[in-house]
């Protein structure tokens, strides 16, 4: 059989008739999945190295997961009840989890959402209300981003989301983002002496708010931060009184090795933090933690399907599977094992760098052709070599690994023995 398969080859050919043009890059879309491997409409296996993004990180047939969604659906035949009018006590019971063991400063509150997006215009929102009330709007005008940052494809985010700028924010962004947006290197060591330039040439009284992805950037190619420059740069602009807002929505739920992302540096208390991506578990959220006097006044803002009781129960139900991963110890032996072995292809001819932490990590190639024919390639070795490998593209020219956190060290290794093998399938090309 051909690759694609002839049921893929026809999804594929009505994607491109009646869905719009979007980031649709995979010749592979999924039909099922077990564990850390997914089967597309032809019967072709994979290993799922990236994991929508760091959704599924329980990886896919999740039985936990599975439970507790039928489980709430026979007790209660709800799907959907409102939250914007009426609380429920599923969607409390998740919000007073992530207020009172959240890194956020307490006492601290949660709005629910849909997506990352979603929580990070909230949490812009909630930054523009607080001024509004105490007439620091005007003064307050101006933001601090970070160089190939990622916070979402909403029109109020498009400033922050300065990866691959020219098709994801410059058709969109306006002229006050255009002239209030200061932008930072990422906080870097070598970034270093760039970022003390930048602090002392601007005005910090005139800075709302920061917002930052942390522990590291994802979009961008899994940039990580460094500590002494991350530290450096939160003493002195929290001083001056600029909101920090926290983006741990790809890193976060045990990603890097930690319950909350952000969290891995004990010292750093956000004003705002910013969840989704596996949160959820696969099913859409989005959570908002801010300090409680950063709370809006009634009816500045709300949604419809925030808060959701099934998303939410599965959110709980996540927190307590991912806590345990990494007390026992799994999700720093799936960070020793990729370490080891990526860290071996420093010297591969097609690789220029290895980064990573936890179990999110990106190998970048020498130019974005070949980040773009490897992750061709790892889909193509499902007809090939009997099992394919789903890689997801990182900033110009870097493929990230994230694979779920359940996955074995057996799965693990074979994965990253067909990682090396496309490597090697790169070069010989």
Same mark, same amino acid.
């Given at each position: 059989?051909?690759? %694609? ?21 995979? !010749?592979?879309?999924?039909? !099922?999945? @077990? ?9 072709? *296996?994979?290993? =799922? ?11 896919? $047939? ?43 400063? *307490? ?23 607080? !001024? ?9 005008? *101006?933001? +601090?981003?970070?160089? $190939? ?21 410059? %058709? ?7 002239v ?19 602090? $002392? ?10 917002l ?36 741990? +929505? ?35 959220i989005g ?10 006044r ?14 939410s ?35 591969? %001819?097609?690789?220029?760098?290895? !980064? ?10 020498? =130019?974005?052709r ?6 061709? +390639? ?36 074979i ?5 090396v ?6 070069? @010989?090309?």
């Amino acid at each position: 059989m051909a690759y %694609p398969g002839p049921r893929v080859c026809e999804i594929l050919s009505d994607a491109k008739e009646f869905y719009v043009t979007s980031t649709h890059n995979s !010749r592979a879309p999924i039909k !099922r999945g @077990d564990g850390p491997y997914v089967y597309d409409h032809d019967g072709y *296996k994979y290993i =799922d190295l990236h994991c929508g993004a760091s959704v599924t990180n329980m990886g896919h $047939n999740h039985q936990p997961s599975i439970e507790i969604i039928c489980e709430h659906l026979l007790e209660t035949g709800i799907i959907h009840t409102e939250h914007h009018n009426a609380v429920n006590d599923t969607a409390i019971q998740l919000s007073k989890f992530l207020a009172l063991h959240s890194p956020v400063k *307490k006492p601290a509150k949660v709005f629910l959402s849909n997506s990352g997006a979603e929580a990070n215009t909230a949490a812009i929102k909630a930054c523009l209300a607080y !001024r509004f009330h105490r007439n620091e709007k005007h003064s307050r005008h *101006k933001v +601090i981003y970070f160089e $190939n940052g990622f916070a979402g494809r909403m029109l109020s985010l498009l400033a922050a989301t300065c990866s691959n700028p020219e098709a994801q924010r410059d %058709p969109y962004w306006t002229h006050c983002d255009y002239v209030n947006t200061i932008y930072f290197p990422y906080p870097t060591k070598a970034n270093w002496d760039v970022i003390i330039k930048r602090l $002392n040439d601007i005005d910090l009284q005139e800075i709302d708010h920061l917002l930052i992805e942390i522990p590291c950037q994802g979009e961008a190619g899994v940039i990580p931060a460094d500590e002494e420059t991350l530290k450096h740069l939160y003493q002195v602009t929290h001083d001056a009184g600029i909101f920090w807002i926290v983006d741990s +929505i790809q890193c976060g739920i045990g990603r890097v090795g930690t319950l909350f992302g952000c969290d891995l540096y004990p010292w750093l208390e956000p004003d705002i933090l910013t969840l989704a991506k596996a949160l959820g578990g696969g099913l859409p959220i989005g959570a908002t933690i801010l300090r409680s006097y950063l709370d809006w006044r009634k009816d500045e803002h709300s949604n419809t399907f925030g808060g959701n009781p099934i998303i939410s129960r599965l959110a709980l139900t996540i927190l307590d599977c991912v806590q345990e991963l990494i007390a026992s110890g799994t999700v720093k032996r799936i960070e020793q094992a990729m370490h080891k072995r990526l860290y071996i292809l420093r010297r591969h %001819p097609m690789v220029r760098d290895i !980064r990573g932490m936890g179990a999110m990590w990106a190998v970048e190639l020498p =130019d974005a052709r070949s980040k773009n024919r490897l992750i061709e +390639i790892g889909e193509e070795m499902a007809q090939t070599d009997g099992c394919g490998i789903k890689l997801l593209a990182g900033g110009e020219k870097s493929v990230r690994l994230m694979p779920p956190l359940t996955i074995s060290q057996k799965d693990l290794k074979i994965a990253l023995n067909l990682f090396v093998t496309a490597l090697n399938r790169l070069r @010989d090309e």
